[in-house]
């Protein structure tokens, strides 16, 4: 009984918006989860103590005690140190410089803490208990308000020598584009991800374009999301459909790169915005085929993401039975 | 003695311009070379004619009967699909369309053949025994009249599912650039590579800009290449300077992209552009530092390479050693 308790894992999922807890088994099974608003705006020791106390409750709900826990894996949304255990830096956590994540959680809770990157743990969680199941060289995308991607190679997640490979959503596409959240221009997350749309569109309406959109957020061009903006497309709404068809082009290009850069078997799509399904896939796998080789075009299969916003969670804690099964090899 | 002998594998490296043969030993050491005129603009069957009597030839001079040769390895410039070891398409070589390139040499020569693709082989070669040595996550860019690209993990070469990834210079960086040699748009090699430097300086003559290119080419704008750009660009010529420029800019737009994707440990950068050195090299450097996430710019060594054209066939050699210590397992 204990031996199986002790398969269990505190996972964690850091993000801009909310951060999940959850403790889940080596079978991928969830047997607890809750969340809490990150609320990144303040300081980071802030969102490490709500994030202790949502850890401890998440104990206390499954009736675990730490030396029950196999470890602690953390998702986030960050350029990872990972060696070192640090957040160097995070588009999502603003004032998040060079934080020491794992030792802090470590000597705090005296259970052995393992961080990742959260797009890359999201692969990992496809790969095994989703859409990724049995494809061993994938690369997952995530497209939501920013782009993040995962890539999994020989079955195994490929985390680069610090642990940040895998920064797909900042690949320029556009040498002279707009400016990105990370400093650089026209990457493919300021092209084509949830708040490049929504801004377009906001733009769009300022500049005097009529639109649905404005009903939509009764005027308050602030409220303007991507979800806002594919609503009015779906309703046939004409500057809307130009935003999403826009975005799909600039998508498939990135697709198109990651096609003939890594050859693989699959691709996977996860984030808010694949909810637009076949709206935005559709032209996006079209300018694949364009635009890449045609072998590795023919080869990469485009599908969505299965585990929605569970994929991080589950990713990291696979992440963390990995590397136990490591170390004791 | 024989058992020695039979490490000799014969390596070739198809170009689309020329076509090396050569001898080379489990060591990395080159014991015979000899190089012919590809004729790519030909028949596929004359190409694969000159090449088999080449290897016949080769073989003669270093007194190697087929029963001594381990094997031949054929790095090529093409999409390969390499488990039916078939060169899908080429841009170096116009008229190649499913050409089952490993069978034919196996069949008529009776010895074991392997295909990879030439700037993966090269990637290998200088990750074995050249300037990428102890570096296990490294890619490989060749800028050369095009750019290719190949990549190392964990101290072995990815080539993808089907054998064709690394294509690196086929990297959308803007969106609506110049068309490119693969049909793409606006791809690293349609900005930065040889024919488009060499194209961008004839154009820019054209319509109506001064420069001692001009002389250089005694008028004759056809035989512009990237070599006379660098020549003029390194005494001075304004338009020279500019164009070297831009095509830095890019490259560093290129490796900043492989920056943020691999977080490598080490870039390693060959081909004939590659000599202009400093004049290439340091303001690609800049921009990546400018452009890609700090931890790992700061990480990745961006370096030459050291083989210089013998990189791909020392690699094509190794592959057949890896393939042949792989079978045996």
């Known amino acids: 009984m204990l031996t199986n308790r002790r398969r269990s894992v505190l996972a964690v999922d850091l993000g801009g918006t ?11 099974e969830i047997t607890c989860r809750k969340y809490f608003l990150t609320l990144a705006d303040g300081d980071p020791r802030q969102v490490i103590d709500r994030l202790l106390s949502a ?17 602690i894996g953390i998702a986030v949304a960050g350029v990872l140190d990972i060696d070192r255990g640090i957040v160097t830096t995070s588009p999502n956590l603003p004032h ?12 705090r809770l005296g259970v052995v803490t393992y961080v990742i990157n959260d797009a890359s743990a999201a692969a990992l969680g496809e790969h095994r208990f989703g859409a990724g199941i049995g494809f061993d060289n994938t690369v997952y995308l995530t497209v939501s308000t920013g782009i993040g991607g995962g890539i999994i190679i020989g079955g195994e997640p490929y985390l680069g020598v610090d642990g940040c490979a895998g920064e797909l959503g900042h690949m320029t596409i556009e040498a002279d584009g707009p400016q990105c959240h990370c400093g650089n221009f026209g990457c493919l997350e300021a092209m084509a991800s949830g708040w490049a749309v929504a801004k377009e569109a906001t733009m769009r309406i300022n500049r005097g374009e009529r639109s649905s959109i404005t009903e939509l957020v009764n005027g308050r061009l ?13 309703r046939g709404d004409r500057l809307a459909v130009d935003i999403v068809a826009k975005a799909a082009n600039y998508l498939g290009i990135g697709l198109a790169n990651l096609v003939n850069i890594f050859n693989p078997e699959l691709i996977i799509i996860g984030g ?15 300018v694949v085929k364009e635009r890449a ?20 969670i589950i990713g990291a804690a696979a992440y963390v039975f990995d590397q136990q099964d490591e170390t004791k090899k």
Not at 18 to 28: A, E, H, R
């Open 293 to 312: 080789f045609q072998l590795p075009a023919r080869t990469a299969h485009i599908v969505r993401a299965r585990l929605g916003s569970n994929a991080g």
């Open 96 to 107: 998040w410089r060079n934080v020491p994540l794992r030792d802090i959680f470590a000597d």
């Open 55 to 71: 850890l401890t409750e998440t104990m206390a709900q499954a009736k675990l005690k730490t030396s029950e826990i196999a470890g």
């Open 222 to 234: 602030e409220d303007i999301t991507a979800e806002t903006v594919a609503m009015a497309a779906r």
């Open 18 to 28: 909310k951060t999940i807890t959850s403790v889940i088994l080596s079978t991928g």
């Open 272 to 286: 808010g915005l694949s909810k637009m399904g076949d709206m935005l896939l559709k032209p996006a796998r079209k």
